[in-house]
T-cell receptor
Framework: GENVEQHPSTLSVQEGDSAVIKCTYS??????FPWYKQELGKRPQLIID?????GEKKDQRIAVTLNKTAKHFSLHITETQPEDSAVYFC??????????FGTGTRLTIIP | SAVISQKPSRDICQRGTSLTIQCQVD?????MFWYRQQPGQSLTLIAT?????????ESGFVIDKFPISRPNLTFSTLTVSNMSPEDSSIYLC??????????FGPGTRLTVL
């Protein structure tokens, strides 16, 4: 089955700086890669996703890149704000049509 | 996206008892899923709730422990049976939102004493 690794587990950045979270996957049949943001005590929220036929996707301050050859994808947040503080999860939809999640990154924005 | 609700939002239960969690969606959806999120951990798929047939369980999860019902396209239940403290977790349902997307319910925080 699919295996998704996520790094770093914790990340602290100064407000206004950029944050990058990286994930790798194992199943070459995976073709859909969502990112979720989970604030404390809340449900995971889908913030951006990318499909295997696209290399990069951007939505305002967040962007995701995908390297299918290397089987890795990354989340980029620019001009970080305090409300970006949360746990972020990457995921991959494998050939079995099921989402496998990474272990999560706790992002802290320092004012 | 669909509006998803779960009941109860939280519960504290005694060891050996069972709890049934409900998931309601405001529109018909083909795929519904149940996940477990242990404290400080990631999300692990328990099973896919299939309408009109038995749920499909992931490795490590069995029907006797986590029976699931899916009576129609807007509702599903997950029962956590014969609970032990190790079952203390957040249980989340999710629904397919089209084009492979999944949206999560608010979760049920379960504490087993």
């Amino acid at each position: 089955g699919e295996n998704v690794e996520q790094h770093p587990s914790t990340l602290s950045v100064q407000e206004g700086d950029s944050a990058v979270i990286k994930c790798t996957y194992s199943d070459s049949a995976s073709n859909y890669f969502p990112w979720y943001k989970q604030e404390l005590g809340k449900r995971p929220q889908l913030i951006i996703d990318i499909r295997s036929n696209v290399g990069e996707k951007k939505d305002q301050r967040i962007a995701v890149t995908l390297n299918k050859t290397a089987k890795h994808f990354s989340l980029h947040i620019t001009e970080t704000q305090p409300e970006d503080s949360a746990v972020y999860f990457c995921a991959a939809l494998g050939g079995n049509e099921k989402l496998t999640f990474g272990t999560g990154t706790r992002l802290t924005i320092i004012p | 996206s669909a509006v998803i609700s779960q009941k109860p939002s939280r519960d504290i239960c005694q060891r050996g008892t069972s709890l049934t969690i409900q998931c309601q969606v405001d529109s018909q959806v083909t795929m519904m899923f149940w996940y477990r999120q242990q404290p400080g951990q990631s999300l692990t798929l328990i099973a896919t709730a299939n309408q009109g047939s038995e749920a499909t369980y992931e490795s490590g999860f069995v029907i006797d422990k986590f029976p699931i019902s899916r009576p129609n396209l807007t509702f599903s239940t997950l029962t956590v049976s014969n609970m032990s403290p190790e079952d203390s977790s957040i249980y989340l349902c999710s629904v397919e939102g089209g084009a492979d997307t999944q949206y999560f319910g608010p979760g049920t925080r379960l504490t087993v004493l």
